[in-house]
Structures are given as C-alpha cells and as structure tokens.
C-alpha cells in the first residue's frame, strides 16, 4: 500500500490503481501532458495530464474526489481538451462514481 500511496497525487488515485490490478486492467499513471491553452504566439499557456491511460481501451480517466459544485476547473480543462483534441478519450471519474465502484467490489468481496 505504501508504493501506491507514494506515487500518486492523491490516495483515492491508489485506490484505483489497485482496483484495476485487481481486475487486470493495464494502465499507465499520467503518462501524457496535453496543452491546452495558448498564447498568440503558440506558446503553451496551461496543460492538462489526466491521471491514468487505459491502452487496452484507449482510453484517459482523469479522477476527482471533490464536490461536484466545485469540479468547474476539472471540467474547464476537459472541454479544452476536447476541443483541442476531439480524437482523444477522456472521462471524468467523480467522486460519486469511484464510491459506486468500490461499492459494487465490496459488494462482490462479501
């Protein structure tokens, strides 16, 4: 648990990590910086790196375990991403859909 919690920003980003080893899920842990925002010049202004990669799927998941009033920033860099970038699979993992997932597992596990 210690090597989890020492690589992640967070340790709910753990937890997912071992949820997706549990069930054999190949990811990547903020393996790419997008830019999202630019200067008049092209200059890069702001990026965004979501939290994991999924390759099998193709997919991003960017994780947040704030309040839903307060996910304004998370969402702001998203639309940017997908606007700047409309090939790219993102998804917004909530609070409120780790706590369905871990709930579900724990509902397995007993």
Known sequence: ??????RFAHC?????ARLLDFYGVDWRYEPRSFPILWDAQGGVL???????YLPEF????EMTVIRPRLQTRKNRKLRLLRDAY??????LFTKR??????????????
Do not use: H
Not at 46 to 52: H, N
């Open 46 to 52: 702001e990026s965004f790196t979501p939290d994991f």
């Open 86 to 91: 409309p090939e790219i699979n993102i998804k």
């Open 12 to 16: 709910s980003e753990a937890d997912l």
């Open 58 to 61: 193709d997919l991003y998941l």
């Open 1 to 6: 648990m210690a090597t989890y919690a020492a």
């Open 97 to 110: 859909d780790v706590e369905r997932v871990f709930a579900q597992r724990l509902g397995k596990a007993s």
